[in-house]
């Protein structure tokens, strides 16, 4: 009997331990799941967050786009006087000029033409650098827009992706929330239904 005895003993002994190894395997694996889906939640908010910063990008890419094309046009502008400015100056110049070279001293009539080609060198650098300038306003022109084009289009992706990313980002939650019994809410007792 005690023989009995004791093997009943051992086999609840044997049925307890088992039981306890379950249920502490069990505790494991949901855990290394909670885990596993924390991993996800944290993943996918990355993601979420890589892509609002993708189209911060792609709006300060806009921003200098509009900047750059702004400030070229104030520049083209500024030329544009400039030049008017200068094309008055030489006409003037060469006016006043040309009358002294038809003079009838010939002292006074060569110091004239050598004015006057001193004015036309004069005139023709001044002319270059403001093209030049005119050359630098329209690249930076030119520059901004591809700038907002760049800009559009990564918005437009950076838009896309961040929807994809949140609607993982809400599987994923909603996920981690069922795993982790967050979603269990004490359900308030209904009235009686009306028929």
Same mark, same amino acid.
């Given at each position: #009997?005690?023989?009995?005895?004791?093997?009943?003993?051992?086999?609840?002994?044997?049925?307890?331990?088992?039981?306890?190894?379950?249920? #502490?395997?069990?505790?494991?694996?949901?855990?290394?799941?909670?885990?596993?889906?924390?991993?996800?939640?944290?993943?996918? &908010?990355?993601?979420? @967050?890589?892509?609002?910063?993708?189209?911060?990008?792609?709006?300060?890419?806009?921003?200098?786009?509009?900047? #750059?094309?702004? *400030?070229?046009?104030?520049? $083209?502008?500024?030329?544009?006087?400039?030049?008017? &400015?200068?094309?008055? *100056?030489?006409?003037?110049?060469?006016? $006043? %000029? %040309? &009358?002294? %070279?038809?003079?009838?001293?010939?002292?006074?009539?060569?110091?004239?033409?050598?004015?006057?080609?001193?004015?036309?060198?004069?005139?023709?650098?001044?002319?270059?650098?403001?093209?030049?300038?005119?050359?630098?306003?329209?690249?930076?022109?030119?520059?901004? *827009?591809?700038?907002?084009? &760049?800009?559009?289009?990564?918005?437009?992706?950076?838009?896309?992706?961040?929807?994809? @990313?949140?609607?993982?980002?809400?599987?994923?939650?909603?996920?981690?929330?069922?795993?982790?019994?967050?979603?269990?809410?004490?359900?308030?007792?209904?009235?009686?239904?009306?028929?």
């Amino acid at each position: #009997m005690k023989a009995r005895f004791n093997t009943r003993l051992l086999a609840m002994a044997v049925i307890f331990i088992l039981s306890t190894v379950l249920v #502490m395997a069990q505790t494991d694996k949901k855990a290394l799941e909670l885990k596993r889906l924390e991993t996800a939640v944290t993943a996918a &908010k990355a993601k979420v @967050a890589l892509n609002e910063r993708k189209g911060e990008i792609a709006d300060s890419l806009i921003e200098a786009g509009n900047t #750059m094309i702004a *400030e070229a046009k104030t520049e $083209a502008k500024t030329i544009a006087a400039e030049r008017k &400015k200068l094309d008055k *100056e030489y006409a003037a110049d060469q006016k $006043a %000029t %040309t &009358k002294l %070279t038809n003079s009838k001293d010939k002292d006074e009539a060569a110091k004239a033409r050598t004015d006057l080609k001193a004015i036309g060198v004069k005139y023709r650098a001044d002319a270059k650098a403001l093209d030049t300038r005119l050359i630098a306003a329209t690249k930076k022109s030119s520059t901004g *827009e591809s700038n907002i084009a &760049k800009g559009k289009n990564g918005k437009a992706n950076a838009k896309n992706a961040l929807k994809a @990313a949140n609607q993982s980002l809400k599987l994923a939650q909603d996920k981690y929330d069922a795993a982790s019994g967050a979603d269990d809410k004490p359900v308030a007792k209904d009235s009686k239904k009306k028929k």
